[in-house]
C-alpha cells in the first residue's frame, strides 16, 4: 500500500527560487523522512521529523508537520541546478512496531539554470 | 552509499529464468529491505528484515525470494514466477530511523 503522496508530481523552476513540494500520508506515524535520489541512482536520507516536531531545518531545508491533516513539506530555499531529483517521503507506521519505510510517488523537480 | 553494495548494477535475464541480486553492507545493521521502483514511480516494498534469519514479505513480494543467513547479506530472487521484472531494485538498511541505500540494480528481461 502506498502511504505517501506527494505533489505536485513534477516541479520546474529557475535557479534561486524557492521549491516547495508536499506529502500527505494515510496513517499515523511515528516519524517522516524526505530523502532524495538522483536519476538512476539510490536514495539519499535528507532529513527526519517525528510526529512531535512540527518544524525542523538542515541547511537550504525546511520541513513542517501537521499531523491533524496529516501532511508534510520540504521547503528548498535558494535552489541550484544541483537540486534537480526526484524528492520522496517516507513515513514509519506507528503501528507497525518495525521499522517499516513506505514511500511516496515523489516529486520530479527541474531546476533550470 | 552508506556502505551498502549492489550488484550487479545491470542485469540481463531471459524470460522463465530465475535470477539473483545481490545486497551486501558493512554499516552493523539489523535491518535489511528490498524495494521495487518502476519509472517515474515510488518505491514499493519487496522484503524486510529485521534480523538474522528472519524475513517478512512487504507489498509485492509474489515472485520474489530472500534469505538472511547472515547479518551483511541480504539476496533477493527474481523468479520466474514475477510476471513483470523489468524494474529498478534498491537494497536498503537500517539502525534506528534513518535508511541507507544502495546504487540499486536495474533488471531488464530479453
Known amino acids: 500500500s502506498q502511504q505517501g503522496e506527494e505533489d505536485p508530481q513534477a516541479l520546474s523552476i529557475q535557479e534561486g527560487e524557492n521549491a516547495t513540494m508536499n506529502c500527505s500520508y494515510k496513517t499515523s506515524i511515528n516519524n517522516l523522512q524526505w530523502y532524495r535520489q538522483n536519476s538512476g541512482r539510490g536514495l539519499v536520507h535528507l532529513i527526519l521529523i517525528r510526529s512531535n516536531e512540527r518544524e525542523k531545518h538542515s541547511g537550504r531545508l525546511r520541513v513542517t508537520l501537521d499531523t491533524s491533516k496529516k501532511s508534510s513539506s520540504l521547503l528548498i530555499t535558494a535552489s541550484r541546478a544541483a537540486d534537480t531529483a526526484s524528492y520522496f517521503c517516507?513515513?514509519?507506521?506507528?503501528?507497525?512496531?518495525?521499522?517499516?519505510?513506505?514511500f511516496g510517488t515523489g516529486t520530479r523537480l527541474k531546476v533550470l539554470a | 552509499d552508506g556502505g551498502i553494495t549492489q550488484s550487479p548494477k545491470y542485469l540481463f535475464r531471459k524470460e522463465g529464468q530465475n535470477v539473483t541480486l545481490s545486497c551486501e553492507q558493512n554499516l552493523n545493521h539489523d535491518a535489511m529491505y528490498w524495494y521495487r521502483q518502476d519509472p517515474g514511480q515510488g518505491l514499493r516494498l519487496i522484503y524486510y528484515s529485521q534480523i538474522v534469519n528472519d524475513f517478512q514479505k512487504g507489498d509485492i513480494a509474489e515472485g520474489y525470494s530472500v534469505s538472511r543467513e547472515k547479518k551483511e547479506s541480504f539476496p533477493l530472487t527474481v523468479t520466474s514466477a514475477q510476471k513483470n521484472p523489468t524494474a529498478f531494485y534498491l537494497c536498503?538498511?537500517?539502525?534506528?530511523?534513518?535508511?541507507?541505500f544502495g546504487q540499486g540494480t536495474r533488471l531488464t528481461v530479453v
Open positions: 517516507a513515513t514509519d507506521a506507528a503501528t507497525s512496531g518495525t521499522y517499516k519505510y513506505i
Open positions: 536498503a538498511s537500517s539502525i534506528g530511523n534513518e535508511a541507507f
